[in-house]
């Protein structure tokens, strides 16, 4: 009887009779696909070799996904990536194809998924580990061979299927928009997701192995030959839950074993690379190495295998950069202080070249300009660790450079000229971390480091 009741319940909300919901913001204006982008790096578009990631229009009012070709499909993720957040969306798809919300997605969709599974066995709401080997996968129904059939599956997660089987095709509206809805929160995240207003799975992750942030993404399942079957969503809203607070780790960070570099308050650890204190002032909780004295703000300790975690501002034709391994903070004569260390590139541009945001200056491109737009917040995770150092840029994976092939001076591995009179192989694999003044003001924040063995 109470699940009954509950289903009742729900029918109120889905019909609107709720009144409207404080602090969502709209993610799809349901004419254009401005905010979004299709991502054909997963491996449901190996059909295409990973050049198209299925078809995805405006259509009614509806982001509309199919299969291009047939086995081929993809993600449509949000420009933007989210910490802790809910998301919510109405929902009208064919039964057949398999889709699903990915939350925190990368480019390669790499996510916490809620399930859209809408076919013969599968599910909706389920919680899955997509590209994390699988786990979890939990869920409380199956659909039977059709779409108004389900049965009950015992799941680790809870709570119990809280819909009679029997009462199914009165609560699910099949042909007409459902809202299906998740919130995740944390990491290890604790996951929630509703249909049409009931919880339906709940699930709290025990270890920390995916970032902080990401897209939200919608997903076209590969394989089979589904173009002539779609996903339909409608009214995709977010609402961002009580963010962390700049400039603090939080408890499972501290548990990982990062460490904060720069407090939001003061320049307290840090200071010019000429040894002098920093000249200007510290700004809503970031710190601006333009005209703060010198070629750049240095923290006052020398680190070797590390993760680096920093967000980031920029302004016009601002030219910035993350040092690392600057060694020593003594320039050689003739030369400035970043022959001294390896320069990840920030810059107002929009290329992908030596030069260009997420390059290795002078010495390795980025795979491409992953920047966004002037004014807006931009996260850096830089790993250094023996000869090998990778840039991850707004959670997607930009460079990856082996300093151990730059055997010659002047020299990049492909026999090309770089400026440096240096054979990186031979560089310090330790050093100052330093953020560069060269241009026009830039602002860093939530500067993190996590030491590796």
């Not at 919680?127 to 659909?143: M, Q, T």
């Not at 990062?258 to 308050?265: I, K």
């Not at 491109?365 to 920047?371: D, E, I, L, Q, W």
Request: aromatic residues 10%; charged residues 20%.
């Amino acid at each position: 009887m109470k699940r009954i009741i509950i289903h009742f319940a729900a029918l109120f909300v889905a019909n609107g009779i709720a009144s409207a919901e404080e602090g969502f913001m709209p993610l799809f204006d349901g004419r254009t696909l401005s905010g979004w982008h299709v991502s054909s790096k997963t491996g449901h578009s190996r059909a295409s070799q990973n050049k198209t990631g299925g078809r995805w229009v405006v259509e009614n009012g509806a982001l509309v996904g199919s299969q291009d070709i047939p086995g081929n499909g993809g993600i449509i993720l949000t420009d933007e990536s989210f910490g802790d957040f809910e998301v919510a969306l109405e929902m009208n798809n064919d039964f057949g194809p398999d889709s699903g919300l990915f939350l925190r997605s990368t480019e390669d969709g790499s996510a916490w998924q809620a399930l859209i599974d809408y076919h013969a066995d599968g599910n909706l709401m389920g919680i899955y580990g997509e590209g994390l080997g699988g786990k979890p996968n939990v869920r409380n129904f199956s659909f039977l061979k059709s779409v108004t059939e389900i049965k009950e599956v015992s799941s680790p997660a809870p709570p119990r299927l809280p819909v009679l089987p029997e009462a199914w095709p009165k609560f699910w509206r099949h042909g007409e928009w459902n809202e299906l809805r998740a919130r995740i929160v944390g990491n290890p995240p604790h996951i929630t997701t509703w249909i049409n207003g009931v919880r339906f799975c709940e699930w709290q992750e025990t270890e920390l192995r995916h970032p902080d942030r990401g897209g939200i993404a919608l997903q076209v399942h590969g394989g089979g030959d589904l173009t002539q079957q779609f996903v339909r969503y409608r009214k995709v809203r977010v609402k961002k839950l009580s963010p962390m607070p700049d400039n603090v780790l939080s408890e499972a960070e501290q548990r990982d074993g990062w460490r904060l570099l720069f407090d939001g308050r003061s320049y307290a650890g840090w200071m010019n690379s000429d040894r002098s204190v920093p000249k200007n002032q510290i700004q809503n909780g970031s710190m601006n190495p333009h005209h703060a004295g010198h070629y750049m703000l240095i923290h006052e300790s020398e680190w070797s295998n590390f993760i680096l975690s920093v967000d980031f501002t920029i302004t016009p034709f601002c030219n910035s950069g993350v040092f690392i391994r600057t060694s020593s903070l003594t320039p050689r004569p003739g030369k400035d202080i970043g022959f001294n260390g390896l320069e990840i590139a920030i810059d107002d541009t929009t290329g992908a070249g030596y030069h260009d945001t997420g390059a290795l200056y002078d010495l390795s491109k980025p795979t491409r300009n992953a920047m966004r737009p002037v004014g807006e917040l931009n996260h850096m995770e830089i790993t250094s660790r023996d000869s090998k150092i990778q840039v991850m840029l707004n959670d997607e994976i930009v460079n990856q450079i082996d300093l151990e092939k730059f055997t010659h001076l002047n020299r990049r591995p492909d026999g090309s000229e770089h400026k440096f009179d240096i054979a990186f192989k031979d560089h310090p694999q330790h050093g100052y971390i330093g953020l560069q003044d060269h241009g026009s003001p830039c602002w860093f924040k939530n500067i993190k480091i996590k030491p590796l063995q």
